[in-house]
């Protein structure tokens, strides 16, 4: 049986190329700007979730 691992450390990671071009540090910073940029969205959804529930009417709120 050969074994697959040292088959693949001969291909360079496909996750790790930036506009076409093998960059694997450039790539790390993107996947982390976006991941930021994810939270940050995340967040700001929550607090405007909590807002609107909390200027809904007294009706819409015990249904």
């Known amino acids: 049986m050969w074994e697959q ?22 790539a790390q910073a ?7 940029k994810l939270e940050e969205q995340a967040r700001v959804h929550r607090e405007v979730r909590t807002i609107a529930q909390q200027h809904r009417p007294q009706s819409a709120r015990k249904a």
């Open 5 to 26: 691992s040292k088959y693949f450390d001969d291909f360079e990671n496909a996750a790790n190329y930036v506009n076409g071009r093998f960059d694997p540090k450039a």
């Open 30 to 36: 993107l996947r982390a700007s976006q991941q930021k």
